[in-house]
């Protein structure tokens, strides 16, 4: 299984809204990522997680919070956005943080913030 | 940190070659890649190169790196529409994120 899968494929919310964004992979992979990518821009990082731990925040808004319950796990709960945070938001994954290992992404979640 | 730039746009007619080009600032990064995205999809890694290389061939893709000027192209021979897409040259060092470009539109034409 060499796939990284995000839940849900679309997501519209209303600026009160408390939702969750879920991601999995079952690769054994111990780094796991949040990128957000607005259309015709490149992916930013977010956040990392190394063996389940916070490793970077690229001073994200704290309306974004994520968890990672398990290494197989990566959640973004997401509460009182912003409509400029509307985006397409990536999870990726691989074997160790670091530039050597190759980040395996899934397809993204299409938020909408109304 | 990483400042890496692409052209935004590139047409070519099936069957003829691809050259994307890239430049970047940070001379110690270790690893540079091209990712592909393809509409409403996540980034896949299609080859990466160790700063130490010159050159790499994988079957279609030809990645070139002058280190000297610090510029970095993927060739991609016999260009075919499902080549049509997004590319993102990218690169790191360490444990530095994956800085990524702006993005190179390959646009197909049958």
């Known amino acids: 299984d060499t796939e990284v899968t995000q839940t849900p494929k679309h997501l519209v919310m209303g600026m009160t809204n408390k939702k969750s964004l879920k991601c999995e992979q079952h690769m054994g992979h111990r780094a796991m990522y949040w990128y957000k990518q607005k259309a015709k821009k490149p992916p930013e990082l977010m956040f990392v997680?190394?063996?389940?731990?916070?490793?970077i925040n690229e001073s994200v808004p704290s309306r974004f919070s994520p968890e990672c319950p398990n290494s197989s796990l990566l959640n973004l709960h997401l509460h009182a956005l912003q409509p400029e945070d509307s985006a397409l938001y990536l999870c990726?994954?691989?074997?160790?943080?670091?530039?050597?290992?190759?980040?395996?992404f899934g397809p993204g979640t299409r938020l909408t913030v109304l | 940190g990483e400042d890496v730039e692409q052209s935004l746009f590139l047409s070519v007619r099936e069957g003829d070659s691809s050259v994307i080009n890239c430049t970047y600032t940070d001379s110690s990064s270790t690893y540079l890649y091209w990712y592909k995205q393809e509409p409403g999809a996540g980034l896949q890694l299609l080859t990466y190169i160790f700063s130490n290389m010159d050159m790499k061939q994988d079957q279609r893709l030809t990645v070139l790196l002058n280190k000297k000027d610090k510029h970095l192209s993927l060739r991609i021979a016999d260009t075919q529409t499902g080549d049509s897409a997004i590319y993102f040259c990218?690169?790191?060092?360490?444990?530095?994120?994956?800085?990524f470009g702006i993005g190179t539109k390959l646009q197909v034409i049958p």
């Open positions: 997680y190394s063996y389940e731990k916070l490793s």
């Open positions: 990726a994954s691989s074997l160790r943080q670091g530039s050597g290992d190759e980040q395996f």
């Open positions: 990218a690169g790191g060092a360490g444990y530095q994120k994956v800085t």
